[in-house]
């Protein structure tokens, strides 16, 4: 009985300190909405270049996590199968993009892609300026999302029992079907969050991307934009709408994850 009432108050106990957690993420995101100016909304809702830096915003993540994922699933795989020297080192390189700051990110992308550098001259000597392209963006949201798919990735292929691709193998799988057809499958799950953790991270990106291209604008940079140019009162509705997208657009994936796997 006594441990019955123990376990009843350290619950409650949990449902209090969850309860304020939730609070603290709610509260802020329920105000901006309930404070905005419907006026200064529908003028948001309508105005084209909004609407052009959501579309942007949201096909440069896109497109920079599909292009990435061709790299960092592969590295993914090779950290939780094998061990190698210095690999520590390499996981504590994976994590630097999290704990850097961003705006030193952006200079450091900078640095990769400006004129002075081997790729930027290169892109020059064929007409092409990476700086404030959307290469760029794209460079930039990587940068600081892509170690959200490969630890994700890295701890669901960890899960996967060795002994089944050992298993594909004895019976004639080359290591390239044992992957497709074992391996990624079976860590499917994480694989998958992990992508949509690196489209969330890439999309809500800021600090890397107002260093490398300011224009043009993603979502991000035309919230700061807005509320140094005009206040919080126009800032606010592009954040709501945008606040607004992705989260039915998660919503929507989370769905489709949960029946699928």
């Known amino acids: 009985m006594q441990a019955r009432d123990n376990f009843n108050i350290t619950h409650s106990l949990f449902l209090l300190l969850g309860g304020v957690a939730l609070l603290f993420i709610?509260?802020?995101?329920?105000?901006?909405?309930?404070?905005?100016?419907?006026?200064?909304?529908?003028e948001a809702a309508t105005d084209k270049v909004v609407g052009n830096s959501i579309l942007r915003t949201l096909l440069i993540s896109a497109a920079a996590t599909i292009v990435s994922a061709l790299f960092a699933i592969p590295l993914?795989?090779?950290?939780?199968?094998?061990?190698?020297?210095?690999?520590?080192?390499?996981?504590?390189?994976?994590?630097?993009?999290?704990v850097i700051p961003?705006?030193?990110?952006?200079?450091?992308?900078?640095?990769?892609?400006?004129?002075?550098?081997?790729?930027?001259?290169?892109?020059?000597?064929?007409?092409?300026?990476?700086?404030g392209s959307p290469f760029a963006i794209g460079l930039a949201m990587s940068f600081v999302s892509i170690p959200f798919l490969i630890n994700s990735a890295r701890d669901g292929f960890a899960a996967v029992p060795v002994r089944l691709e050992q298993a594909a193998e004895t019976l004639g799988a080359s290591r390239f079907q044992?992957?497709?057809?074992?391996?990624?499958?079976?860590a499917g799950r994480s694989v998958v969050s992990g992508l949509l953790l690196m489209f969330?991270?890439?999309?809500?990106?800021?600090?890397?991307?107002?260093?490398?291209?300011?224009?043009p604008m993603t979502t991000p940079v035309l919230i700061f934009d807005r509320f140094n140019s005009?206040?919080?009162?126009?800032?606010?509705?592009?954040?709501?709408?945008?606040v607004a997208v992705t989260l039915i657009l998660f919503i929507g994936l989370r769905i489709y994850q949960k029946r699928k796997w």
């Open 178 to 186: 044992t992957f497709t057809k074992i391996s990624l499958p079976l």
């Open 76 to 98: 993914a795989y090779i950290l939780a199968r094998k061990k190698f020297p210095f690999k520590g080192v390499v996981e504590a390189v994976v994590d630097l993009p999290i």
């Open 102 to 131: 961003h705006s030193a990110a952006g200079i450091a992308i900078l640095g990769l892609i400006s004129r002075d550098s081997a790729l930027g001259a290169a892109a020059s000597a064929v007409g092409l300026n990476l700086v």
């Open 230 to 242: 005009f206040g919080l009162a126009y800032a606010r509705p592009v954040a709501v709408i945008f």
């Open 26 to 42: 709610f509260a802020p995101l329920a105000g901006m909405f309930i404070s905005v100016n419907a006026p200064h909304l529908f």
């Open 200 to 215: 969330a991270r890439g999309m809500s990106e800021f600090g890397a991307i107002v260093i490398v291209a300011y224009h």
